[in-house]
């Protein structure tokens, strides 16, 4: 029997057709149907997804947004660098959500955020994170990159570099990228697969340019797709067509 388990074992971890990823998840996400604040509900059910991913032997970090509490860029006439720094605390209790729900899932699981608050979690540093991936844990990067003016795209878009994923999963509300928006344009297309630099020239409206650079220059593929069925990130680590990649 213990045989038939190791081989079982070794047949899920080869379904898996990515060592190390990147997730980026937008706050929204989190907020559920509520539309605001956190359904605690929705994020067991994407954490259910990441658990069966890191199951497979998948090393995953997480990028969360913060726009279920905060839209910085939606905060009228006060200071934007004052109106970022809020935004990136909304970003930490998300990470937080998350943590406990891994948690919850028996997940190894550390939050790391680019403002120090060691009182609830570390600072990032890098070779940590990657020590942590090397144990099995996965770690969630708060605080975007730590700076104003800088969104949380060209944070997962860093943090991916950093850690030399494999690829950024953008999990979104649309299922991949278009030529326009699909929501105003019924006869919108699809794209299967894209260039970064298609991308910043059409400016399509997938991340901001400062990500999309960033992805290009470094050589990070991005796949784009919907989360409103959270197994399609477990789809997608298995390499299943969903949404559409970048590269």
């Not at 991913?53 to 905060?70: K, L, P, Q, T």
């Not at 299967?192 to 400062?210: A, C, Q, Y």
Request: net charge neutral; proline share 3%.
């Amino acid at each position: 029997m213990e045989n038939y388990v190791n081989i079982y074992e070794r047949m899920i971890v080869l379904a898996a057709v990515y060592k190390r990823i990147l997730l980026k998840l937008s706050g929204e996400v989190l907020a559920g149907k509520t539309g605001h604040g956190i359904d605690f509900d929705t994020v067991l059910e994407v954490c259910s997804a990441i658990k069966k991913c890191a199951d497979m032997g998948v090393e995953v970090g997480i990028v969360v947004g913060g726009g279920n509490f905060w839209r910085g860029r939606s905060s009228g006439s006060m200071d934007r660098t004052r109106a970022d720094h809020i935004g990136m605390l909304a970003t930490v209790m998300n990470s937080l959500a998350l943590c406990d729900a891994l948690e919850q899932l028996e997940v190894p699981v550390r939050v790391q955020t680019a403002i120090e608050m060691r009182q609830i979690a570390e600072p990032y540093i890098r070779n940590r994170a990657v020590r942590h991936f090397e144990k099995g844990r996965a770690v969630i990067f708060g605080c975007g990159t730590g700076n104003p003016f800088f969104t949380t795209d060209t944070a997962a878009a860093l943090r991916a570099a950093e850690i030399d994923a494999d690829i950024i999963f953008k999990a979104t509300n649309v299922d991949g990228i278009y030529d326009k928006d699909p929501n105003k344009y019924p006869d919108a297309q699809k794209f299967d697969t894209i260039s970064h630099g298609e991308i910043l020239s059409r400016n399509l409206k997938v991340m901001d340019s400062t990500a999309a650079s960033l992805c290009r220059d470094n050589g990070i593929p991005i796949l784009v797709f919907n989360l409103e069925n959270p197994e399609n990130i477990v789809r997608a680590v298995c390499g299943e067509k969903v949404g559409t990649i970048v590269k």
